[in-house]
């Protein structure tokens, strides 16, 4: 089945650590986004990538970091300077910046 | 600049009667409207869109939305609600800016409860 995968399902991060989180997509799909979603709120996109080698901040990147060498990857770094990184983080792809997107079951992110 | 609205945090139905979500969005453009479905740890699922066809659109699991441009209103209905409907629901609208990014902007969501 094709679909969104995020790894791993719970993580949690120790002070001064950076995290990945891992999104894999064999959608064949173009673009990939990184939201981030707390309590009570809709979801902020942090950054976003419309094609291979290329990718954009979003509304809140200050203290995360990507990299989009492959089509179907899409990891997101937490670094340290995230002074408040715990949230759900959720993944999303689409075929185009104009099509709807799908997103992943989520990584939940705590402080240790 | 574009937003979107929704008016309640929480509603509460019996199983089998209807639902009823209100969003409203602002829009300098023709919108791009979505609602979208979110159950306890899970990503979000699309549940129908809007892209300027039939102003009336049916999505999945019996929801249907009706975009009225004259309200800016994209309200989500169901004529009967099921248990398995209890969920947190976004209302989304496509930014539109100097570049197509695709970005979307998310209501701040309606947890629908449904009571036996």
């Known amino acids: 089945d094709g679909g969104i995968t995020q790894s791993p399902k719970y993580l949690f991060r120790k002070e001064g650590q950076n995290v990945t989180l891992s999104c894999e997509q064999n959608?064949?799909?173009?673009?990939m986004y990184w939201y981030r979603q707390d309590p009570g709120q809709g979801l902020r996109l942090i950054y976003y990538s419309q094609i291979v080698n290329d990718f954009q901040k979003g509304d809140i990147a200050e203290g995360y970091s990507v990299s989009r060498e492959k089509k179907e990857s899409f990891p997101l770094t937490v670094t340290s300077a995230q002074k408040n990184p715990t949230a759900f983080y959720l993944c999303a792809s689409s075929k185009s910046s104009n099509q709807p997107q799908h997103f992943g079951d989520g990584t939940r992110l705590s402080i240790l | 600049a574009q937003s979107v609205t929704q008016l309640d945090s929480h509603v509460s139905v019996s199983e089998g009667t209807p639902v009823l979500l209100r969003c409203n969005y602002s829009s300098s453009y023709s919108p791009s409207l979505f609602w979208y479905v979110q159950h306890p740890n899970k990503g979000l699922q699309l549940l129908l869109k809007?892209?300027?066809?039939?102003?009336l659109v049916k999505g999945i699991n019996g929801f249907e939305a009706e975009f009225k441009k004259s309200e800016t209103s994209f309200h989500l209905t169901k004529p009967s609600a099921h248990m398995s409907d209890a969920a947190e629901y976004f209302c989304?609208?496509?930014?539109?800016?100097?570049?197509?990014?695709?970005?979307?902007?998310f209501g701040q969501g309606t947890t629908l409860q449904v009571k036996p």
């Open positions: 809007y892209t300027s066809a039939a102003t």
């Open positions: 959608l064949n799909h173009d673009a």
């Open positions: 989304v609208v496509r930014y539109y800016g100097s570049s197509n990014t695709g970005k979307l902007i």
